[in-house]
Structures are given as structure tokens and as C-alpha cells.
């Protein structure tokens, strides 16, 4: 997996919520991703929607509503892509090499439904490396993430455009 030149990061809904709820943003994050796998990093996205709320301590909520596509915090590095694409087709080989029931498995209505996209794999990889959701502290009225991490969607199920909710919570 590598940064994906082809995607696109949209900010589709910013809301400011009223003054004494626990919630003080709402926003969503569309992500359109043209190739079929690959990590987008999030971080200099989501560290603007903190640096322009008012939110000085809390929590940042990232949900993923998807199941072929995750959450991760981890350095931003090409080599470490690169590692965790190998382990995954050691441990989840892509569909066209391995029978997977989600795919093989399927009724004629299912496979229409879905339309014939084998995607056993994607659903494997998601379920095995990543998270739906995610909860960063905010302090001081900034993300607090390591040294070296960074936000990320992994995608294995491209190309696809996913909606990420987000939420800031006051502390």
C-alpha cells in the first residue's frame, strides 16, 4: 500500500454545536480513494478542524462506517506500507488467489447486490489492521499524537469515495 496520489479529501459538513453540549463539532470527512488499496493520512485534515474549534481539552472521535476500510495511528512511511502489504497477502491473500465464502459462496442476488465484486480479502485485511473508530486526546488545544504518528484510512477495497464522521468533544 502506498499514499495514494489520486485521492481527494473534502470536508462535506462542519457543524458548531450550541454552548454546553459535550459535542463541539460535527463535521464528515469525504474521501475518495482511485486506487484499489493504499493509505490517505488524515492527520493535517483532522489537526485543522481541531486548530479552528474552540477546543482546547477533549477528544477527538474519528468513525469509519465501512467494513472494507479502517482507522490506523502509525508512522507515515513508505517502507513500513510496503511491510504491512506483504504480511497482509501472507495472511489474507487476495481474492483472485484464495476462495474466500464471502465471495464464492454467494446467491446470484447476493452477487448482484454486491455487484460480482469479489472482496473476501478487503473485508480480512480490514478486520486483521485496522479500526473503525479512534479517540485522540486534545490538550492545549492539539491533537496529542506521538512523535511519529500519524491518522490514517487504510483502504482495501478501491477505488471507492468513504465518509468518515468526526466529533469533537469538550473535555
Same mark, same amino acid.
Given at each position: ?35 484499489? /488499496?493504499?493509505?490517505? &493520512? ?9 486548530? /479552528? ?23 507515515? &512511511? ?9 504480511? #497482509? ?15 464464492? &459462496? ?48 487504510? /483502504? ?6 468513504? /465518509?468518515?464522521?468526526?466529533? #469533537?468533544?469538550?473535555?
Amino acid at each position: 500500500m502506498t499514499t495514494i496520489s489520486g485521492t481527494r479529501i473534502d470536508v462535506t459538513s462542519h457543524d458548531a454545536l450550541p454552548p454546553g453540549s459535550s459535542i463541539a463539532v460535527s463535521a464528515r470527512l469525504r474521501v475518495t480513494i482511485d486506487d484499489p /488499496e493504499g493509505i490517505t &493520512d488524515l492527520t493535517g485534515e483532522l489537526k485543522q478542524l481541531v486548530a /479552528e474549534s474552540a477546543v482546547a481539552e477533549g477528544t477527538l472521535h474519528v468513525y469509519c462506517g465501512h467494513t472494507t476500510c479502517g482507522l490506523i495511528i502509525n508512522e507515515r &512511511d513508505t517502507g513500513l506500507d510496503t511491510d504491512m502489504r506483504e504480511v #497482509l497477502e501472507r495472511i489474507a491473500p487476495h481474492s483472485d488467489n484464495h476462495h474466500y465464502s464471502h465471495d464464492k &459462496d454467494r446467491t446470484p442476488a447476493e452477487r448482484l447486490l454486491h455487484a460480482e465484486r469479489d472482496n473476501g480479502h478487503s473485508h480480512a485485511r480490514a478486520m486483521l489492521a485496522t479500526h473503525p473508530e479512534l479517540h485522540i486526546p486534545i490538550t492545549a488545544g492539539n491533537l496529542y499524537l506521538g512523535q511519529w504518528q500519524a491518522i490514517m484510512l487504510a /483502504e482495501y477495497d478501491g477505488p471507492r469515495t468513504r /465518509e468518515l464522521l468526526v466529533r #469533537l468533544h469538550t473535555a
